[in-house]
């Protein structure tokens, strides 16, 4: 019997998050058995227990996993000041995110979801939510991000609730006129009251 080592131990627990977190967005997760998960991650159901202890520790962890990718590789890279906020608005109320759901998104994806799901997975939530509006925050205010994490999460919440009634619409006229209504509706909420760098 051939032994892995701790290396091939993570980097195929690694795919198994990244696959998971894809199907959960595009299938939903109770609409995303382990059988599944197993098969997209190129796995036999029986390796799922060497990496997860449930299928609830795999969600909390996968969602947990897009929080951080999306707080890393989207609102980092953002620009302090409103030029960056726009620019992350503008990438998050796009067609492409909206047409894409396995790559967006988990709030727009999940969101209702997760709001039945069980504490450990909530709190997996919560914990990435609060990091993506820190970040958020620090681009809106960089003098003082604590006084505009509300205004943050307020601006996550329209834009999630934005794409998700997007991607709902069959007329897609009316889905791209929202989207783009979005990105206006957020910079008037940026700047309504908020102080910042142009």
Same mark, same amino acid.
């Given at each position: 019997?051939?032994? @892995? ?7 195929? /627990? ?34 799922? @227990?060497?990496h997860?202890?449930?299928k ?8 947990a ?26 990438? @998050? ?6 047409d894409?759901?396995g790559d967006?998104c ?11 799901c069980?504490d450990?997975?909530?709190?997996? @939530? ?16 960089p003098?003082?991000p604590?006084?505009?994490r ?7 919440a329209?834009?999630?609730g934005?794409?998700?009634?997007? /991607? ?5 006229q009316?889905a ?22 142009k």
């Open positions: 019997m051939v032994r @892995y080592g701790k290396e091939h131990k993570a980097e195929t /627990r690694r795919r198994i998050i990244e696959t998971a977190g894809r199907r959960f967005k595009q299938d939903g997760i109770d609409g995303s058995g382990v059988s599944t998960l197993m098969k997209d991650a190129g796995l036999t159901n029986g390796a799922f @227990y060497a997860f202890e449930s609830d520790d795999l969600v909390a962890t996968a969602i996993d897009q929080l951080k990718a999306q707080a890393e590789n989207v609102v980092a890279r953002a620009a302090p000041g409103r030029a960056g906020i726009e620019q992350i608005m503008r990438g @998050y109320l796009s067609p492409q995110h909206r894409n759901v967006g988990p709030n727009a994806a999940l969101l209702d979801e997760i709001g039945r069980g450990m997975t909530r709190q997996a @939530y919560t914990d990435g939510v609060l990091v993506l509006i820190d970040g958020i925050a620090s681009r809106m205010a003098e003082a604590s006084s505009a509300v205004k943050a999460l307020s601006l996550l329209l834009m999630a934005t794409l998700q009634l997007s /991607r709902a619409l069959t007329d897609r009316l791209h006129e929202l989207l783009e209504q979005g990105v206006a509706n957020g910079l008037a909420l940026l700047d309504a009251g908020l102080s910042m760098k």
